[in-house]
Every structure is written in C-alpha cells, then in structure tokens.
C-alpha cells in the first residue's frame, strides 16, 4: 500500500464547476500536510497547507480528517488556468516528505 | 531573486560515468532535501539535510550520494549511474524543515543510456 494515494483522474471539468479531490495517507504518525501544485513536469509549487480546522484561500478550501487519515481539496469556480497536476504531501518523523502520485485537473471552456 | 539553481538541466550519460549534479539556493535555508519524479510514483524523496554535515536517507537513496558542506550547496553524486536511474530530479529548500513551504529548483532530466 502506498503511503500517500491520490486518484490520478484525469479530473475534466467545464469553467466554473466545483472539484473535489481527496487524499489518504498510512501514517498515523504524520505531522504536516500541504497541498502543491505542478504544471507539466515544472517545479511543484505551494498551493497550501492542511489543518485540522480547516482553510480555504480564495477558491480553494482544504479539509484534514485525522481519525479517517484523509485530506481534501476543493476548487470552487474552476478556472483554465487550474489546470495542473495538484500533489498530496506529508510529513514524517524524521523530517521525511511522501507525495502522493498527483492528480490530473483538465478545465475546459 | 530568491531562487534554488540546478545543474545541469538536461544531461544525457551512459551507463557507470560518474556525475554530479549541483543545486544551490540563496535563501539561507536549512533544510534542504533531493527527489526523483517517475510517471506514475510521484514525487519520492531520495536525501535530505537538516544543516551543514547533517544528511539523511530519504525513501530511494540506493545509488546516490549527497553531500552538504556548505550551506547553500546540495549536490547530488551518481557514482555509477544505471538506466533505472533515468528521471527527473528535483531540490529543494525550506527554512527549517520538512513542514514549511518547500521552494524547488527547476528540475534536472537525467537519461542513462
């Protein structure tokens, strides 16, 4: 079992649907969680990081879920421009970084 | 400009020719830490180091060395590269640690032949 696991889609929506993409991860244990964002095969990029409260920057909201161990990500009014591999991160003990496999969001106008 | 630098970015080799590729940041960041990127694995973590003369194996680190002896200077050693190791490698960068905001370099595509 992968540590961190994502569905790879490809997600294809129309501009301005609403897009949900989730992410489990095995390690009880794990500290932190983001979510980056990768344009084809560029640097990744910080998109945001994960809390437990939750936090949303803009159009995008992200939701992390301890007890099922799974963090979501939420694009509301999707723009061409979101168009973008968006990888899952966490943090290990030992200061240890596993991404997820990523995720594929194709908007279309 | 705040940036971490790779090089090369492209490199072409052949099987058991020792390489090194450099990467550099100017942000006087601790953390520092090198990935390879397969289709279909993501992002995997191959060394990081928390500081000068500290390093430690990430969850690929057969076939790699690294070294930290300087701050601002990561590089990455093949010693005997192998086709398995073609990929897209990645470093990066933080203040302290794993748990901020990583700043990654523009990539390097390795191809042994």
């Known amino acids: 079992r992968k540590e961190v696991e994502q569905d790879p889609g490809p997600f294809n929506v129309p501009e301005g649907a609403t897009v949900a993409f989730n992410c489990t991860y095995s390690?009880?244990?794990?500290?932190?969680f983001f979510w980056y964002r990768q344009d084809c095969r560029k640097e990744p990029k910080l998109l945001m990081s994960?809390?437990?409260s939750g936090n949303e920057d803009g159009r995008f909201t992200a939701q992390l879920n301890r007890a099922s161990q799974y963090i979501s990500l939420l694009i509301r009014d999707s723009k061409l421009s979101d168009s973008a591999t968006y990888l899952c991160?966490?943090?290990?003990?030992?200061?240890?970084?596993?991404f997820g496999a990523g995720t594929i969001l194709r908007v279309k106008s | 400009e705040a940036q971490v630098t790779q090089n090369p970015r492209y490199l072409i080799t052949v099987t058991g020719k020792k390489l090194t590729v450099t990467c550099s940041q100017n942000?006087?960041?601790?953390?520092m830490s090198w990935y390879r990127q397969d289709p279909g694995l993501g992002l995997r973590q191959i060394y990081y180091?928390?500081?000068?003369?500290?390093?430690d194996k990430g969850d690929v680190p057969e076939g790699y060395k690294v070294s930290r002896k300087e701050k601002r200077n990561f590089p990455l050693i093949l010693e005997s590269p192998s086709p398995n190791q073609t990929s897209l490698y990645f470093c990066a960068s933080s203040f302290t640690g794993a748990g901020e905001t990583q700043y990654f370099g523009p990539g390097t595509r390795l191809l042994v032949l």
């Open positions: 991160v966490v943090t290990e003990y030992g200061n240890k970084l596993v």
């Open positions: 994960v809390y437990s």
């Open positions: 942000m006087n960041h601790e953390y």
């Open positions: 180091s928390m500081n000068v003369e500290v390093t």
């Open positions: 390690n009880s244990a794990s500290q932190s």
